[in-house]
């Protein structure tokens, strides 16, 4: 049996947690970047009298967000995989350690919350 077993095993089902949630942020930026090329693509080549609006980016600039949001996907998936280091070191130590792993704890749950208010805001634009 592997030694503090449940604790790793409690830190890498964390880890995978975080690194979900940054795919998904980044997936989302990737997704909205390619749907304003769509609807530019259907702008620009219909030669009928109706044309698809482009209201959706009059609150943000579509490429921006979607650079931003692929942008902090990334960085989420980099402050987990360090956290998940640290957190496996201090799990390993024979020495009582303090945890000090808040910081990035709070810097991530931040992002994620301003992902979400900014997209709250966007949609009720």
Do not use: C, Q
Not at 39 to 65: D, R, W
């Amino acid at each position: 049996m592997i030694k503090n077993y449940k604790d790793h095993a409690a830190n890498e089902r964390t880890f995978l947690a975080w690194v979900r949630t940054g795919v998904t942020i980044s997936v989302f930026g990737f997704v909205l970047e390619k749907f304003e090329i769509f609807l530019k693509s259907i702008n620009v080549n219909s030669k009928s009298e109706i044309a698809v609006p482009l209201e959706i980016s009059k609150f943000i600039a579509i490429g921006p967000a979607s650079f931003v949001l692929v942008f902090f996907g990334i960085l989420i998936i980099v402050l987990s995989a360090w956290h998940f280091i640290t957190t496996r070191r201090a799990i390993n130590s024979d020495n009582n350690l303090t945890y000090r792993g808040l910081v990035p704890v709070i810097a991530l749950s931040a992002m994620v919350l301003a992902i979400g208010l900014f997209l709250l805001v966007a949609l009720l634009a």
